[in-house]
T-cell receptor, first 113, second 109 residues
Framework: DTAVSQTPKYLVTQMGNDKSIKCEQNLGHDTMYWYKQDSKKFLKIMFSYNNKELIINETVPNRFSPKSPDKAHLNLHINSLELGDSAVYFC????????????FGAGSRLTVL | KQEVTQIPAALSVPEGENLVLNCSFT??????LQWFRQDPGKGLTSLLLIQSSQREQTSGRLNASLDKSSGRSTLYIAASQPGDSATYLC????????FGQGTELSVKP
C-alpha cells in the first residue's frame, strides 16, 4: 500500500507540449512538496502546500503550476515544456509544515525531446 | 543562503569495511539534519534525523553525528554490505529542506 504515489513514472514528450504529473499520499499528512532532481542529482524544492495552501514557492518559471484539490493530492502541471525541464520530479509529504521527516514518492522521470 | 556539500562524491569500498560520509553546511541556523538513501530509479528513504539540539542518532549499523557550530555532519556505516550500495544524501532543514549533491556508495562483495 504505497504511501506517496506518483503518476506517471515515466513521461517522454516533445518540446512545447503541456503535461501533468499527479501525486497522492495516504498518510494523512498536511503538507506536500514537489522537488526536482536534475541530471547532476541536485534535489531542489519547487513548491510546498500545507492543507491545500501554497507555503513555499521557489524561483520556478510560471510555466509550472501546482494544484492541490485536497490535502492528499498535489499535482504539477507544466506548460510549454522545454528541454531543460527534463529531470526526475519527486513528490513528498510530511505530517505538517514544521521540521518533520519527509516521505518521498518514487519519482516521475520527465524527458523532453 | 544555505549551501550543503557532500564529500566524497563517490566511494567504493570492499564489503565489511567501516566508512564515513561527510556533509557540511554553511548556515548553522537549522532545525534538523537528515540523512537519506536513494536507490537507482527509486525515491528517497529517510535514514536518520538529528534535531539541532542533538549530537548524534543511531539506527542499526548507521550512526549520524551533528556539529552545528562547525556546520558538519558525518554518517558512519559499520561493517558495510553490498546492499548498502546507494546514493546517500544529507539535507538540512531551516524552513525548507536543502539537499547536498549526494555520495554514491558502492560496496563490492
Amino acid at each position: 500500500d504505497t504511501a506517496v504515489s506518483q503518476t506517471p513514472k515515466y513521461l517522454v514528450t516533445q518540446m512545447g507540449n503541456d503535461k501533468s504529473i499527479k501525486c497522492e499520499q495516504n498518510l494523512g499528512h498536511d503538507t506536500m512538496y514537489w522537488y526536482k532532481q536534475d541530471s547532476k542529482k541536485f534535489l531542489k524544492i519547487m513548491f510546498s502546500y500545507n492543507n491545500k495552501e501554497l507555503i513555499i514557492n521557489e524561483t520556478v518559471p510560471n510555466r509550472f503550476s501546482p494544484k492541490s484539490p485536497d490535502k492528499a493530492h498535489l499535482n504539477l502541471h507544466i506548460n510549454s515544456l522545454e528541454l531543460g525541464d527534463s529531470a526526475v520530479y519527486f513528490c513528498a509529504s510530511s505530517p505538517n509544515s514544521g521540521a518533520n521527516v519527509l516521505t518521498f514518492g518514487a519519482g516521475s522521470r520527465l524527458t523532453v525531446l | 543562503k544555505q549551501e550543503v556539500t557532500q564529500i566524497p562524491a563517490a566511494l567504493s569500498v570492499p564489503e565489511g569495511e567501516n566508512l564515513v560520509l561527510n556533509c557540511s553546511f554553511t548556515d548553522s541556523a537549522i532545525y534538523n539534519l537528515q540523512w537519506f538513501r536513494q536507490d537507482p530509479g527509486k525515491g528517497l528513504t529517510s535514514l536518520l534525523l538529528i534535531q539541532s539540539s542533538q549530537r548524534e542518532q543511531t539506527s542499526g549499523r548507521l550512526n549520524a553525528s551533528l556539529d552545528k557550530s562547525s556546520g558538519r555532519s558525518t554518517l558512519y556505516i559499520a561493517a558495510s554490505q553490498p546492499g548498502d550500495s546507494a546514493t546517500y544524501l544529507c539535507a538540512v532543514e531551516g524552513g525548507k529542506l536543502i539537499f547536498g549533491q549526494g555520495t554514491e556508495l558502492s560496496v563490492k562483495p
